[in-house]
Every structure is written in C-alpha cells, then in structure tokens.
C-alpha cells in the first residue's frame, strides 16, 4: 500500500494552480509518486470506473487531497470534482449533473424534498466529512495578532467600523499599537456555505449587532468580494486593511485573529475547532442514515473556537448503476477512514472526525444500494 508521507502541500498546491477545476489528474494517468503516497486503509477495493462530484470550494483543498491519496492507491478509479460553490453543487447533484455533491451547508428541507425525487424515490443523505475552522484573516502591516469578540466581528462585516484604531476594536486589545487604516471587509461575491456558516455564527453569537438572516448569500453590497475562498484569500492578501473570512487551510501564511468566547480569545486550531462537535447535536428530524449537524455557534466552552465549518457529502441511499455504487462507497469509506481525516487534517488544519462519528458515517455509506 502507500506509503506515509509527511505533507503533500507543495503538491496540492500545484494541483490547484494548474487550473483544472475537475481534479482527475491528481492520481490516474498522473499518479502521485510512491514518495509522496498518503497512507490509506488496507481493505479499499478499488472498483474501476469514474464518478463525478461537484461544489463546496472550502472543501477544494480536501479533495484534492482525498482524491491523490485514494487514485494512487486505485489507479483504474477516477473521481472528479468541481470546485464551484456549495449552492452550485446542490443544484447539480439535484439536477442529476453530478453523483454526489459537496456542500458547507446540510440540504434543506425544500432541497431535500427536490433530491428525493433526483434520487428516484430513495433518501438523500448528508455526511459530514470535514470539520475546518473559518479564519477572520486580516493584513494589517506591523499588527500580527488580533483579538476579537462577536459583537466587533459583527460591527466589521456589517461596516459600523471605518477605521482599526476604533474604540471596539481597541477595547479587545487594549495593548495593541493600531493604526488609522480604513477598515476593507472582504465577503464571498458567489453563493456560499463558508458565508452561511459564517452568519450563522453572527446571528447565534453576535446578537442585535448582526441584524441579517443566515443565508448562503451576503446580506449587504459588499465593501470588497471575491470568488470562493481563494479569492477572498487573494483580495485580503493584495489589500492593506482588508479583512475576510476563509476557510482555515487558504489563510496559510495570514495573520489571523483570535475569537472572543466567554471570557478568553481562542486561537483557531485543529483542536479547538473540534470541540464544537461535542457540543453540537444532530439536527432535529434526521432519519437513521443522515448525519446533519446543529453547530452551538454560540458556545460559551473554554477552548472551544466557534467559527467552524461542517462540509457534508450529499449522496442518495440508492443510485441505479451498480459499477458507481461502489466506486462511490470505496471513495467516501476512504474520506471518513481514520487515514483519510488524518491526510486532511495534516494538510489543511481541519480536525479529524471522532472514531464513533466515523463509525455512524461508515455504516451510512455501507447502506447505499443499486436499486
């Protein structure tokens, strides 16, 4: 099998800047040399065939991870996936363009009614398989570290603050030497689970100064946007006092701010990320097999960072291609494996599933059918 590996950032990387939005070159014809292999499970079965996926762009770095580790291990199976926005993957897998979707926000109960049809009758299922703090970076030159509470987050994005210097922000540091530089908030031009999941919190944490609902599109015309998370990214990189919210793996290298919970400022990490699941129980009105979550945004947990973001796999119980079928539970059992979250959570920061989430989402995957 392959072999362990410390990172493969450099190769990730390359895989993204290549442009190819559908990630089939990362294994197949282009298989990641033995060197570079991630470890995976011993019992994959490697089923030959493609299969195609499409959404969430916080999920981009992942797959382009799950994807080399599982086609390296599998060479005669191919697995694509398009990093176009949560919103545009639902549509897809509902439209029948894609065999499963990636998204940062669970179905709906509107979409999940649209999917069971998609799903020709059988039960469309979301699966949490990555956990992945959201950064509020920022590019302050000659500031490195920031504190921030709820309602101070709330006031930037909602642009009630025109410069750093101001006094809520200074209240958070009080040590802090802040400059007079304009406040630049940067928010996702495209629909989003990263922003939904983002004002989610807002609205649990930060109380009237977050006036707007959660939704995957930004509430208020934007000071400054960008295209998924990369461009967020790059717009707070190339702009002095901007400011944006990311999921945690595109922030590498950007200062970061810490996050006001009960009476202390919580760095994002692996760690502190996970906690929120212990806090977080499933979402009301789940079947046996779906696994929807609902985040405590607001925790008062010591440790606990509350700006976290869930992705799921939306796939059906039951698809009509036997070939698929288990190309598609080879690759998810791959995804939810105890290597697979690890090879993620080496890359990209994420935390890694606890063993008795895994074990639920293991049998979920096992119980899709050919129907």
């Known amino acids: 099998m392959a072999v362990n590996r410390p990172s493969m950032s450099a190769y990730s990387l390359a895989c993204v800047a290549a442009g190819a939005l559908l990630l089939s070159g990362c294994g197949s014809d282009n298989a990641v040399p033995e060197s570079m292999a991630l470890p995976v499970p011993e019992d994959l079965a490697c089923p030959p065939g493609d299969i195609s996926g499409a959404g969430s762009s916080a ?9 080399a580790g599982y086609q390296t291990a599998c060479e005669d199976s191919t697995v694509y ?4 926005g949560s919103g545009g993957g639902r549509s897809q897998f509902i439209d029948r363009a894609v065999m499963f979707a990636g998204t940062d926000a669970a179905l709906d109960g509107a979409e999940t009614a649209e999917a069971r049809e998609r799903c020709e009758g059988s039960e469309p299922i979301n699966l949490p398989a990555y956990v992945v703090p959201i950064a509020v ?3 302050l030159p000659g500031v490195d570290s920031l504190n921030l509470s709820p309602t101070t987050i709330a006031d930037i994005f909602n642009q009630q603050i025109d410069y750093w210097d101001d006094e809520r922000i200074q209240a958070d540091n009080p040590e802090a030497d802040l400059p007079h530089t304009r406040v630049v908030p940067v928010n996702r031009s495209d629909e989003s689970g990263t922003t939904e999941n983002f004002a989610r919190y807002l609205q649990a944490a930060a109380g009237d100064a977050w006036p707007h609902e959660a939704h995957g599109s930004w509430p208020i015309v934007p000071a400054e946007a960008g295209q998924g998370n990369s461009g967020v990214a790059s717009a707070v990189r190339s702009s002095e006092g901007s400011v944006g919210y990311v999921e945690a793996s595109f922030a590498e290298g950007m200062s970061t701010a810490r996050v006001g919970v009960g009476g202390e400022f919580v760095e994002l990490s692996p760690e502190s990320a996970g906690a929120i699941l212990a806090a977080s129980p499933l979402r009301e009105g789940n079947t ?3 696994h929807a979550l609902e985040l405590d945004y607001n925790t008062q947990e010591p440790g606990t960072y509350p700006i976290v973001l869930v992705s799921y796999e939306v796939v059906c119980l039951g698809y009509s291609d036997a070939g698929e079928v288990a190309l598609l539970q080879d690759f998810l059992r791959y995804v939810v494996s105890e290597e697979g979250q690890q090879a993620v959570s080496d890359e990209t920061g994420s935390a ?3 063993e008795d989430i895994r074990s639920d989402l293991q049998a979920a995957i096992n119980a899709i059918e050919v129907t």
Do not use: K
């Open 137 to 139: 970076a920022f590019n």
């Open 81 to 84: 996936y398009n990093s176009i």
């Open 352 to 354: 890694p599933l606890p």
């Open 59 to 67: 999920q981009e770095n992942a797959m382009v991870t799950w994807i």
């Open 288 to 290: 046996e097999h779906d």
